[in-house]
């Protein structure tokens, strides 16, 4: 995700540079097959860590590219000395719990890994506190 979110109103302006340059990125394999946490304020954050072997690094350098075209939308890459950490969120707690090391090893235990092939990015938008929808679709360039 790019934050802060850019505008609904401003998606059609952004929409046709994006198209073009995520074309030059081609589809690939994402894993996850590994949990981990981060705590976050007085919570503790549960989430899928990504990998791309295929294409090492590539979510990052898509990340990198975005923020480049849309100035001004770095937050998560701002946030910690680590920069932007892709992750998918599973799950939180309301408290940081002295054994979370403990259930997520657990967690890990029966954890089925997940691989699936990326070939579109969503421009998405809610209105509110209901689900996001699908506004735009960018398509990644096909692999040969």
């Known amino acids: 995700r790019i934050f802060p979110f850019v505008k609904i109103h401003d998606f059609s302006s952004v929409y046709e540079e994006l198209r073009r340059e995520m074309l030059e990125f081609k589809t690939f394999k994402l894993q996850f097959n590994e949990l981990s946490y981060f705590q ?9 860590k990504p990998s791309t ?3 090492e690094n590539i979510i990052n350098k898509i990340q990198n590219k975005l923020q480049e075209l849309l100035p ?3 937050e998560l890459s701002k946030k910690s000395d680590k920069g932007f950490q892709p992750h998918l969120t599973i ?3 309301s ?6 090391e403990q259930k997520i090893q657990s967690l890990q235990k029966e954890f ?5 092939d990326v070939n579109e990015i969503y421009m998405i938008h809610r209105r509110g506190d209901v ?3 699908i506004e735009n679709v960018l398509k ?5």
Not at 40 to 48: A, D, F, P, Q, T
Not at 95 to 100: A, D, E, L, R, Y
Not at 140 to 144: F, H, V
């Open 72 to 74: 001004g939308f770095d």
């Open 112 to 116: 089925k890994p997940i691989e699936f």
């Open 53 to 55: 072997p295929e294409c």
């Open 91 to 93: 799950g939180q707690f």
């Open 140 to 144: 990644l360039k096909s692999r040969d």
């Open 40 to 48: 976050h304020g007085n919570s503790c954050v549960v989430w899928l």
């Open 131 to 133: 689900p996001f929808e």
């Open 95 to 100: 408290s940081v719990s002295k054994g979370i």
